[in-house]
């Protein structure tokens, strides 16, 4: 790919683009980088490589985190400004960069290289990777910006369920003594993993980034009426800078609501599988063996991608604002169940966690649209990147809270339903903040808008060209589907299968 085809303006659809293939060049990257959440299933065989702590090898997690939340901050005016095809093919070399390096420092008994690889490489390419595609989706569906952005964020949540199967049999292909019931293996196989990961994800991210494209100038779907979206409480058709934009109360509210709805998800995410098990103990036993709570964590795990399309689709109808009083006020609900009730039953723990995960899920997803509706269309990429702080903070802060009220409660093995009610309380009182805040959202005062500029005649009048229906596809079409849709497939077919145990 010449350097050249990066630029913006060599990525302007021409006319008889179909924008169906965006969402499929989005979810190329998303599937990618959602490996993050699937660094458990080599956690254990890093510890007895490096003869080190899990605090210290977790910590490669947490720099890759917090990078992203600081690089989507720092890059996203240059995504905006860049294109989405730069952006996509910068993330793609972070992040594959960052396996390699790790793998260089895996098989060097270098930790920090590690560190330095995943963690702080592979982090930036998280973050430009994550809000690479999010403003282009939204000007190419602006009849339904939620839909498309779910669909993109649901790969996000998808990838671990991915990675994870498909972690564990290559490291089994390359270790025979890999141990699938304690999950360690050799330190040269998971040197071998990051290597074929970090191929892997440089095709496919690349695949990505050559499908991407933007409108044109005045570009519109055939039908949209701009005029009617208006009419929608908080929608707006003005824009505002990113500068400007947090300088507004409504950044900060969204900003909160972020925040409290992420901390109280990762509350659950990050202790799912001794929280089942710990729920249902008698003594020092549990009636949840270790194989159906992974069972239970990968069938979060589906709730997570589901609620990001679902519930992100449904905010098209409801309104971004109700369906955050959903995400949060249902939430409240949920987690006193969850908190009081949780133990009478598996199958209601399950369900109950799932649906809140769901809402985290969601959370994610909808806030782009969100940002869309506050903030228009000019900066939005920008502005979400600088949203994603708060899910920096909430990655610190949620698992902060729950470790803390159960190290005071007893060692682990030992803690039961009743040790995890605090915690759980405490998320009460987090959503219930959030909640707060989101009421609190109104319009963007227009003193923050940007002074209106229209697109040449010419412009809007040949951009219309450019709707095609699915029906009039090309088989590129059916092919970028199918390459996203195969490896998704295959995750939800592990997911199922594990998570069957569990019932």
């Known amino acids: 790919m010449s350097l050249a085809l990066l630029d913006r303006h060599h990525t302007i659809a021409k006319p008889g683009f179909n924008r169906w293939l965006i969402p499929p060049a989005a979810l190329a990257v998303h599937l990618c980088i959602g490996q993050v959440y699937a660094t458990s299933v080599y956690k254990a065989s890093l510890v007895k490589h490096f003869d080190a702590s899990l605090t210290s090898i ?4 947490s720099i890759a985190i917090v990078m992203l939340g600081v690089s989507a901050a720092v890059f996203g005016t240059w995504v905006d400004s860049g294109g989405p095809r730069r952006a996509m093919f910068t993330a793609a070399l972070f992040w594959s960069g960052g396996f390699m390096i790790g793998s260089l420092g895996i098989a060097t008994d270098q930790l920090w290289l590690v560190y330095l690889g995943y963690g702080f490489i ?3 390419g998280l973050g430009i990777g994550y809000i690479s595609p999010v403003s282009t989706l939204i000007k190419w569906f602006p009849d339904r910006p939620g839909l498309a952005t779910g669909m993109a964020i649901m790969g996000f949540g998808g990838g671990a369920m991915i990675a994870s199967p498909l972690s564990s049999k290559l490291l089994g292909i390359y270790d025979d003594s890999y141990d699938t019931a304690t999950g360690i293996a050799s330190g040269s196989a998971v040197a071998k993993l990051f290597v074929t990961l970090g191929l892997v994800y440089l095709v496919l991210m690349m695949f990505g980034a050559w499908l991407i494209r933007v409108p044109a100038d005045g570009w519109k779907p055939q039908g949209f009426d701009e005029s009617k979206v208006k009419t929608k409480a908080l929608v707006t058709s003005d824009n505002v800078s990113a500068d400007n934009a947090i300088r507004t109360p409504q950044f900060w509210f969204l900003w909160v609501v972020l925040f409290c709805n992420v901390t109280a998800g990762i509350g659950i ?3 799912a599988a001794p929280m089942i098990q710990d729920f249902f103990r008698e003594g020092s036993a549990s009636s949840v063996s270790a194989a159906s709570a992974a069972g239970f964590v990968g069938l979060l795990s589906l709730f997570n991608l589901a609620g990001r399309f679902l519930w992100s689709s449904t905010s098209d109808v409801v309104g971004r604002k109700n369906i955050y009083v959903v995400y949060l006020g249902v939430g409240i609900i949920l987690y006193a169940l969850l908190a009081f009730k949780g133990s009478t039953s598996t199958t209601l723990f399950a369900l109950l966690a799932g649906v809140i995960l769901s809402f985290y899920g ?3 997803a909808t806030v782009p649209a969100y940002l869309r509706d506050l ?3 000019f900066q939005v990429g920008a502005i979400h990147g600088r949203l994603l702080t708060a899910w920096a903070a909430a990655g610190v802060v949620g698992p902060l809270i729950v470790n803390r009220f159960l190290d005071a409660q007893g060692e682990p093995g030992k803690l039961n339903a009743a040790d995890y009610r ?11 903040v959030g909640f707060i805040a989101n009421l609190l959202i109104r319009p963007v005062a227009s003193r923050f808008h940007e002074e209106e500029s229209s697109a040449p005649a010419e412009a809007q009048v040949a951009s219309e060209e450019h709707d095609v229906a699915v029906a009039a596809s090309t088989p590129l079409i059916f092919i970028a589907w199918i390459v996203v849709a195969m490896p998704l497939a295959y995750g939800v077919y592990e997911t199922v299968v594990k998570a069957a145990d569990l019932f």
């Open 58 to 61: 977790g910590i490669i997690f």
């Open 422 to 432: 605090p915690a759980l309380l405490t998320m009460v009182g987090i959503l219930a």
């Open 122 to 124: 592979g982090g930036i």
């Open 375 to 377: 903030f228009g269309t």
């Open 269 to 271: 995410l990050e202790q």
């Open 362 to 364: 969601g959370g994610f």
